[in-house]
């Protein structure tokens, strides 16, 4: 379905139900600019979203080897 950017600022109920049924591209001056999905959707087409905390987590890793170099660290003089 295609609505007018002015259609949608109108009656953003009707584009959201509208959005049940499959995407609803919104239009400024004619060219498409925006699309609209259900969030079901919307999962469906890009994965299952997760936080950047739980994406690091391991939670089945029982031992992992961490051997960082070291850094020398100097203090220098401040230049005041």
């Not at 259900?38 to 979203?49: N, S």
Request: with cysteine.
């Amino acid at each position: 379905m295609r609505m007018t950017s002015r259609e949608f600022n109108h009656d953003v109920s009707a584009a959201k139900r509208a959005a049940r049924s499959g995407p609803v591209v919104i239009t400024d001056r004619g060219v498409p600019s925006h699309v609209l999905v259900t969030f079901d959707d919307f999962e469906r087409m890009t994965g299952p979203q997760c936080l950047f905390s739980e994406a690091l987590r391991m939670d089945d890793a029982t031992d992992v080897e961490f051997d960082p170099p070291r850094v020398a660290v100097s203090a220098g003089q401040a230049d005041l």
